[in-house]
């Protein structure tokens, strides 16, 4: 996060959106990579759309619903 906010600059409303959208991004992968090595964050979140529920990401994601890990 202080590497965003650092790297980021402006104090406007357009910098404020860029450094809220790139931490909304590296959480959600965080909970993806999470997702994917924890079995208790994979019965939490087994489908994309129950991330979506969860209100864990303020976006809409790019995955389809049905996209799975293939590993899993």
């Known amino acids: 996060m202080f590497l965003i906010s650092s790297s980021v600059h402006g104090s406007d409303e357009h910098g404020r959106l860029l450094r809220r959208t790139l931490m909304?991004?590296?959480n959600l992968t965080s909970l993806l990579i999470f997702r994917s090595v924890?079995?208790?964050?994979y019965?939490?979140?087994?489908t994309m759309d129950h991330?979506?529920?969860a209100g864990r990401t303020g976006i809409k994601p790019i995955l389809p619903s049905s996209f799975e890990m293939p590993w899993f």
């Open 24 to 26: 909304r991004y590296v």
């Open 51 to 53: 991330v979506v529920e």
């Open 43 to 46: 019965k939490r979140f087994p």
């Open 38 to 41: 924890s079995t208790a964050v």
